[in-house]
């Protein structure tokens, strides 16, 4: 098995993504444009979508971090836009979009066209939550999206599985496509809801944290494997696992918090830098498979669909966020009012991604008879220009639409003063548990341990009230800009101290690499505390 295309792949995907960190242009977009350059050099491999890769092995980690990132109660709160989308929304643009396809595509079959459009209906939202987050979106329409992106996508799995089973001749019914979505739904929370207690139950008694943090990298090939073995949707399983886990992630021990964030957060850069680096790679592959006879109209189909895909999102969006406020008043009671700009950066936020290519690459050559996949080539560079299109035009702009509708920022103050209350609720609750405990004989320590217990909870309880105060008006600095600086430098003295001593050979590498990593472990305190 030759690596080095794969090496290349994450290497290269990686180099992008962080030069992208450092300019204006999101990583998704930058990765894909230089994937689109990058497949027509000479010498680079052709880097063709696998389904049966992209589907179980890497959807899974990434619907697994993303959920597990995700509140609980904010999508919970957020239920109903959220399923309106990830359901009613995508059904909705399987239609339109397979029924244009059907009346513009000579010799397209209705399921056939419909195939295409449960393949290119589940937007995902990656790129529009990353633009959300750094462009300071209201926390309502981040929720949504990031929601949206977790459910879609069984959505569109199963609609894809019943269009392709009756365009292949299976004789597939309406009545048999709705049971198999029943199905596969309430299939996919169910597996999610047994799986969910019994893995929590193994995270929080496996007291070894490299064992719990293997672990944590095999849930959700787990939850997606068992799902898929019952012929539920694997998406639904591992989401629902991911946001329980999320949810109770403070009951496991802080050990395997700290690096689990660490894996979790390389694991995910590393797997959205390739994904979003392969979709551009696929232009050569889907445009030697289109054929030089179809090119030119292939491109005028490709124009009127990505209008289409964009169309239907908005006309979509509007009335799903306005009708069932004016039709119930239950809803007008519980719920936050909508604005026009939130709706119209919601229905804007409709770039596609590598699920809808993994999805075209794994329809079948044949149908039943041995007769080809009808305009099967066409699909997949209709799929392809459809997610290219999107990601490029889309999420080029919605960086400058959101600054021209001028969202109310979050009021800095209020948050600051919110943490800054809650940790004096703590402060004072570890103060009474702190005497408790000295208060008893068997926890007797000297004076001055005892003093700096107290003077490491005071730090935190005043740190957060510091920051609503002053800055330095020499340096510039805030207070805990200048605690944090002074923090480092005195562990960086004493880090070069035992370094020195190492190499005078006064100490050996075992204790070097033991007090290294209490240090480091003083630094990330150190850090906390004022973040």
């Not at 929370?189 to 944590?216: C, D």
Request: charged share 20%.
């Amino acid at each position: 098995m030759d690596v080095m295309p794969l090496l290349l792949l994450i290497a290269g995907s990686a180099a992008v993504a962080g030069i992208a960190r450092r300019g204006p242009v999101p990583a998704p977009l930058l990765l894909v444009g230089v994937g689109l350059a990058a497949s027509y050099v000479p010498g680079v491999p052709d880097y063709t979508l696998d389904p049966e890769v992209v589907l179980p092995l890497l959807l899974p980690p990434l619907l697994y971090t993303s959920a597990s990132d995700s509140s609980y109660l904010d999508l919970r709160a957020q239920l109903r836009p959220v399923a309106l989308l990830s359901v009613g929304y995508v059904l909705f643009a399987t239609v339109v979009v397979g029924w244009v396809a059907h009346l513009i595509v000579p010799g397209l079959p209705l399921t056939a066209a419909l195939v295409l459009g449960a393949v290119v209906a589940p937007p995902d939202a990656v790129a529009a939550t990353a633009v959300a987050r750094r462009l300071g979106l209201p926390s309502r329409i981040t929720t949504i999206l990031q929601g949206e992106s977790l459910l879609n996508d069984a959505t569109a799995i199963t609609g894809y599985k019943v269009a392709l089973a009756a365009a292949v001749g299976e004789g597939a019914t309406w009545a048999g496509g709705l049971l198999e979505f029943l199905i596969a739904a309430v299939g996919g929370v169910g597996v999610g809801l047994v799986l969910m207690a019994p893995l929590h139950w193994l995270r929080t008694h496996l007291r070894e944290p490299l064992l719990q943090n293997t672990l944590s990298l095999l849930i959700p090939f787990v939850a997606y494997a068992v799902a898929e073995q019952f012929h539920a949707s694997g998406v639904l399983a591992v989401v629902v696992v991911a946001l329980y886990l999320g949810h109770r992630a403070w009951e496991v021990d802080f050990a395997t918090r700290l690096q689990e964030e660490a894996v979790w957060k390389m694991v995910a850069f590393v797997l959205e830098s390739a994904v979003f680096a392969l979709i551009g790679l696929q232009l050569r592959v889907v445009v030697e498979g289109l054929g030089a006879n179809e090119g030119a109209r292939a491109v005028g189909y490709a124009a009127i669909l990505f209008v289409v895909v964009v169309l239907a999102r908005v006309t979509w969006v509007y009335p799903a966020a306005f009708l069932p406020r004016i039709l119930s008043a239950r809803i007008r009671e519980r719920e936050e009012n909508p604005t026009w700009r939130g709706a119209l950066v919601t229905g804007w936020a409709g770039m596609r991604g590598v699920v809808s290519l993994a999805i075209a690459f794994s329809i079948p050559l044949t149908v039943h008879g041995g007769h080809a996949f009808p305009q099967r080539n066409l699909i997949l560079f209709l799929t392809f220009t459809t997610v290219i299109g999107t990601l490029v035009i889309q999420g080029l702009s919605l960086p400058p639409l959101i600054r021209a509708l001028r969202f109310p920022a979050r009021d800095a103050q209020a948050d600051t003063l919110a943490e800054a209350n809650a940790q004096a609720q703590a402060s004072r609750a570890a103060e009474t548990r702190l005497g408790e405990l000295l208060a008893d004989e068997r926890n007797a320590l000297p004076t001055p341990l005892a003093d700096r217990l107290r003077a490491v909870m005071e730090r935190r309880r005043d740190a957060v009230w510091e920051r609503l105060g002053q800055s330095n008006p020499v340096t510039g600095e805030s207070v805990d800009d200048t605690y944090r600086r002074l923090s480092r430098e005195m562990i960086s003295a004493e880090r070069d101290v035992f370094v020195r001593l190492r190499d005078l050979r006064y100490i050996d590498d075992e204790m070097l690499r033991a007090l290294l990593r209490r240090l480091d472990l003083e630094e990330a305190a150190a850090y906390r505390e004022v973040t």
